[in-house]
């Protein structure tokens, strides 16, 4: 997705790690992509959904196009399953640039910081789902000496887009700075300040001070956010889907907002909620929560708030290629959520 950091491909071995550590996920996911219903789901068993899942990221040929990644599947205790696919050896430690999977981490310490969702005010919320009209924002992002204010002298308003969704950096920049108090901040003591809200557990940093975009991280800790916010641990767990924002510039209607840009293809309909997606397209989505970023990186919660997963790795490719449905996050999200059929009702998906 625009606007965010790069960093240089890791490399990795191969591996396949399977966990088999208790009854996982005894509810699914919901909606049109075949999610069995919780009372049937129940019934799969743990070695059934590892084996799904296993098979449909090794073999289905959307996740061989991704490979190599890793992959997880968990619940608010833990992983349930994982493993690393292809010739490469990206694992659950591997840290790497999540780009705009940093947005879900943003939107949690925001909405933490508030108090929980209720605490959001109206320029918390036109931030946070994109429709501020802070949408002009530098191409590169950030650099790694910028300081959010720094930055943030970099955003431009746009009043075509104003209380239209336009996916863009820009609106976080201008919150962190302004509405947050971050000016002063570079990446790192960026992150720290969010660790103050999110946990000091959580190892995650920024190379850049930017909050859309300049994520550092590993598979396991960005679970470890994801668990918090399944548990309740976090007040993300309310905001789940809170304020969706349409965001498909051929589909979307008043009374919704209108929308100006997007990067998912506009074969499908999905909203923005609060630095999240909310994968609801009538035909193939499941109401999934997730942020994909740019360069592959692909968290989810399920609907139910019962299932998390993450395929991770690092394309650098996405500005090479047009059409949106071939980036590097798309792909990702193609395999991830084929991954998610898989476990939620034990069937491998290999066509």
């Known amino acids: 997705m625009r606007n965010s950091s790069t960093l240089a491909i890791c490399i990795l071995m191969p591996v396949v790690l399977l966990s088999a550590c208790g009854g996982g996920g005894d509810t699914?996911?919901?909606?049109?992509?075949?999610?069995?219903?919780?009372?049937?789901?129940?019934?799969?068993?743990?070695?059934?959904?590892?084996?799904?899942?296993q098979t449909t990221a090794n073999s289905q040929p959307y996740c061989v196009s991704a490979q190599p990644f890793y992959w997880e599947v968990g619940d608010a205790n833990g992983t349930r399953a994982s493993g690393s696919t292809?010739?490469?050896?990206?694992?659950?430690?591997?840290?790497?640039?999540?780009?705009?999977?940093?947005k879900w981490i943003y939107g949690s310490y925001v909405v933490q910081k508030r108090g929980g969702v209720h605490g959001l005010n109206n320029a918390d919320i036109s931030a946070l789902h994109f429709t501020s009209g802070y949408s002009v924002f530098p191409s590169g992002g950030c650099n790694p000496n910028d300081t959010v204010?720094?930055?943030d002298a970099q955003v431009q308003y746009a009043a075509a887009t104003l209380d239209r969704f336009d996916y863009s950096g820009g609106h976080m920049q201008r919150h962190a700075d302004l509405e947050m108090g971050l000016g002063a901040l570079d990446g790192p003591g960026l992150a720290s300040e969010m660790r103050t809200q999110l946990g000091s557990d959580l190892s995650f940093t920024f190379t850049s001070p930017q909050p859309a975009g300049g994520g550092f991280t590993s598979a396991a800790d960005y679970a470890s956010l994801l668990r918090k916010i399944m548990s309740g641990q976090l007040a993300m767990h309310d905001a789940l889907?809170?304020?969706?924002?349409?965001?498909?510039?051929?589909?979307c209607k008043v009374p919704d907002n209108l929308a100006t840009y997007s990067p998912i293809p506009s074969s499908e309909t999905w909203h923005y909620s609060i630095g999240h997606w909310i994968e609801?397209?009538?035909?193939?989505?499941d109401g999934s929560y997730s942020s994909p970023g740019a360069f592959g990186f692909y968290p989810w919660i399920s609907h139910d708030l019962s299932?998390?997963?993450?395929?991770?790795?690092?394309d650098m490719s996405g500005s090479t290629i047009s059409d949106p449905a071939q980036k590097p996050y798309m792909v990702s999200v193609e395999?991830?959520?084929?991954?998610?059929?898989?476990?939620?009702?034990?069937?491998?998906?290999?066509n």
């Open 28 to 53: 699914s996911g919901s909606g049109s992509d075949g999610s069995t219903s919780a009372a049937s789901s129940s019934q799969i068993s743990q070695a059934a959904r590892t084996l799904a899942a």
């Open 86 to 102: 292809g010739s490469g050896i990206y694992t659950a430690t591997t840290r790497l640039s999540i780009a705009s999977a940093s």
């Open 149 to 151: 204010g720094s930055c």
């Open 241 to 251: 889907g809170s304020s969706p924002a349409c965001a498909n510039p051929f589909t």
């Open 280 to 285: 609801d397209d009538p035909v193939v989505g």
């Open 307 to 314: 299932t998390y997963g993450i395929v991770a790795r690092q």
């Open 335 to 350: 395999c991830g959520r084929l991954i998610r059929k898989a476990w939620f009702t034990g069937q491998a998906i290999v």
